[in-house]
């Protein structure tokens, strides 16, 4: 055999051996090199004190509580006159609509929505948000077989609006040029 077709085995037994090693080193290497993929976090309001006219037993109240404990600047305040900025509450509603019926008249589908309208003020009482509202709907089926089900389904999707909801607020509070 002539020495370049020996030299050419040998370089190929030599990719051979190697090809396992970088194929692992770049497995390694690939989720350290990421893909820019970071999980949402809380908006950063532009407020250092918010004091908020949340009823004490609102649901969306503490929640919107707990999503602001987390940011870094804001602190929710209780006394109105501290706060650089004042979010009141126009009004808060859950409604449930009968939207189908079966062929024997019994309602068949409900839509659920949840209503909230809010404005945002600052210390001076200059509006720095008009009135905005934000209505999320779902639709949920009945059953007169499985009515704890559909209570419960129920409960479950008016808690997931309340946390869309909320996060739909903190964006548009932060998109608040104070």
Same mark, same amino acid.
């Given at each position: 055999?002539?020495?370049?077709?020996?030299?050419?085995?040998?370089?190929?037994?030599?990719?051979?051996?190697?090809?396992?090693?970088?194929t692992?080193?770049?497995?390694?290497?690939?989720?350290?090199?990421?893909?820019?993929?970071h999980?949402?976090?809380s908006?950063?309001?532009?407020?250092?004190?918010?004091?908020?006219g949340f009823?004490?037993?609102?649901a969306?109240g503490?929640?919107?509580?707990?999503q602001?404990?987390?940011?870094?600047? *804001?602190?929710l $305040?209780?006394?109105?006159?501290?706060?650089?900025?004042?979010? #009141?509450? &126009?009004?808060?509603?859950? @409604?449930? =609509?009968?939207?189908?019926?079966?062929?024997?008249?019994?309602?068949?589908?409900y839509?659920?929505r949840?209503?909230?309208?809010?404005?945002?003020?600052?210390?001076?009482?200059?509006?720095?948000?008009?009135? *905005?509202?934000? $209505?999320l709907?779902?639709?949920?089926?009945?059953?007169?077989v #499985?009515? &704890?089900?559909?209570?419960? @389904?129920? =409960?479950?999707?008016?808690?997931?609006?309340?946390s869309?909801?909320v996060?739909?607020?903190?964006?548009?509070?932060?998109a608040?040029?104070?």
């Amino acid at each position: 055999m002539p020495d370049t077709v020996r030299a050419r085995l040998a370089r190929r037994r030599a990719i051979a051996r190697t090809m396992p090693l970088l194929t692992a080193a770049a497995l390694l290497a690939a989720p350290l090199a990421g893909c820019g993929f970071h999980l949402r976090r809380s908006a950063a309001l532009p407020f250092r004190t918010l004091y908020t006219g949340f009823a004490p037993s609102s649901a969306i109240g503490a929640e919107f509580r707990r999503q602001v404990r987390v940011t870094e600047d *804001t602190r929710l $305040v209780d006394d109105p006159a501290q706060a650089e900025a004042r979010m #009141e509450i &126009v009004h808060e509603l859950r @409604e449930k =609509e009968v939207i189908g019926f079966s062929s024997t008249g019994r309602p068949r589908e409900y839509q659920l929505r949840l209503r909230f309208q809010f404005r945002v003020v600052d210390r001076a009482g200059q509006v720095l948000l008009a009135p *905005t509202e934000i $209505v999320l709907r779902r639709d949920i089926t009945s059953s007169d077989v #499985e009515v &704890v089900a559909k209570q419960q @389904e129920e =409960e479950l999707l008016y808690r997931e609006m309340q946390s869309d909801l909320v996060q739909q607020l903190l964006r548009r509070l932060a998109a608040i040029r104070a």
